[in-house]
């Protein structure tokens, strides 16, 4: 009855002879006696899957949304191929940086970039930096006075679709803080004004309607927004942005890269646009989601009688924030049980000083699970770790790679130095 669907564990999963969980061949407890708990495991294996199958799946350029998860030992698994890297500020900058990913393959979102942040994107010769606002354009007009430098740039705009998704990670529509809007002119005047701009160079039109997008009519309707933009204007770039969804729970499905690249690139046919143009996606959590799992450690088992049981990990909302945030729904189960039924009903909260510190509300494991055992959370590899904060001064946990020539420390976790790091006594 109800075990884990193995659609949602990475490539690299199985299952050994006693039922355990092992990722390319190395057992979880080999994992978690060498780093501990609370652990993000990532398969790289998996990632670079999913890459080579974007990359392949239409003429176009991906671009991996790094906010998603960002660290150096991944870039630099990924400035090998061909992808472009999303960043958002001047931190994932610098991150992007220190793996020495090319400038020239980045592009710069945010929509309050500051001067400094503007001033250091162009300074690493930043591919497309992505407008956001009036202030932004003006912003950078000012930073490039007197330069020679012509800075490409492409004009991020709402086109006005309601992607159905959770309010918080919808960006597409009117009432929204990022970009410019279609239908009251704006994008228009936006792009009116950097043509005039000296040292701009207008590149093309950028829009991402939000995240967890499953409906692909959805994607649809956002090139269909943004006909009359590319027959005015003509760009060379058309960047559509992210959010393909991804599944979390037994009974979802992720969405198909085939089929979203086809209707993307078949919608814009339909256009029969008569210039050429360079299609980019900026996929986040696709890449990166279900490529990783986190362990905890049962701390506590708390029967309220006739109500629920809880059973708190060693981590919660400061290592994955978006049940919080989003209420979202995440799966669980034993790792040394992986096929096991899942028969009794927990909520699994995390350690912090919140009751809705919740990382699952409805929870299914085995009955038999007990204090020291070790569960997993699968698809936790975007926006988990990149959200992770120290709430309550809880050092962040170690990010570990896995892949088929073994497995290797990606982050350190944090300790109590790292924590007083900032203080100034
Ligand atoms: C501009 C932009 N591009 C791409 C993404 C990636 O979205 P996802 O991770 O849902 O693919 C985001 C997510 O917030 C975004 O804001």
Redesign the pocket.
Known sequence: MNPLSPHLLPLGAATNSEGKLELHNVGFEELVQAYGTPLFVYDTDDIVDKVRRLVGAARWKV?Y?S??FLSVALLNILKEFDILL?V?SGGELAVARAAGFPGSRLIF?GNNKSSSELGDAISYGVGLI?VDSFNEIERLIETTVGSKQSVPVLV?VTPGVEAHTHEY?M?GQEDSK?GFSVSSGAANRAIETILEAENLKFMGI?A?I????FLLESFRKEVEALAPLLRDYRPRVINL????GVAYLNYEESGDFDIWAKTLTATLDELALDFDYEVIV?????IVASSALTFYTVGTLKEVEGVRTYLAVDGGMSDNPRPVIYDSGYEAFLPRAVASDRDKNFRIVGKHCESGDVIIKDAFLPGDVVVGDVIATPVTG??GYSMASNYNRVPRPPVVFVNSSGHRLAIRGENYDDLLRLEVY
């Open positions: 671009a949304a906010k998603a999303d958002a979102h992505v991020r990670i960006t990022f950028h991402h939000g995240s967890q997008i942005g992210g959010g393909i900026e996929p986040g959590r696709a975007a926006y």
